[in-house]
């Protein structure tokens, strides 16, 4: 792979998993609102509910590239661990090839679906329900990079 495509990749998703980090202090934040008007002030904020719901759904589908990128979510060690060492590569790739079009799919119905319900809008939000829908396909998205990053270029695994 070309260097300059790789560096634009792991920017890529070192920005969705910092962008997602961001989305969970926010989530954080809001449950603590929503916790704080409830039991203290006897009176429920609730956008703060369904705004937490939206910004985890989006923090969700953000993460996913970095998890990729990392092989955190490609986990088949056992299996890995059994097979020689040249079947395991055949085996990742058969993984990566699995995951990419799975993540193809999901930006296509994901697409299909944010598309479908671009004139509702989300209750006590007033927002098109669209923009929740549409963390599928970007997520997905912006996850290619990481799964072909992880296989053309895959990470030491941390040993936790």
């Known amino acids: ?8 990749c792991e920017g890529l998703i070192a920005l969705t998993h910092g962008l997602a980090a961001l989305l969970l202090v926010i989530a954080t934040l809001l ?9 203290v002030f006897n ?13 985890v759904i989006w923090m ?3 993460a996913a ?5 990392t092989g955190a979510m490609l986990a088949l060690d056992l299996l890995h661990a059994l097979l020689p060492q040249s079947m395991q590569r055949v085996l990742m790739g058969l993984i990566s090839l699995l995951t990419l079009l799975f993540l193809c799919v999901l930006v ?12 509702q809008t989300v209750a006590l939000l007033g927002i098109p329900t669209s ?6 396909p970007v997520g997905a ?9 992880h296989y053309f270029r895959p990470t030491p695994k941390a040993n936790v």
């Not at 070309?2 to 634009?8: G, M, T």
């Open 1 to 8: 792979m070309s260097k300059r495509i790789v560096a634009i």
């Open 31 to 39: 449950v603590f609102i929503q916790v704080i008007t409830r039991f």
């Open 43 to 55: 009176d429920p904020a609730t956008w703060t509910e369904v705004t937490a719901r939206a910004v």
């Open 60 to 62: 969700v589908f953000l």
């Open 65 to 69: 590239g970095a998890a990729f990128r």
């Open 108 to 119: 296509w119905y994901g697409y299909l679906m944010t598309v479908r319900v671009h004139a």
């Open 131 to 136: 923009w929740l829908y549409a963390a599928i």
């Open 141 to 149: 998205g912006l996850a290619i990079p990481g799964v072909i990053l």
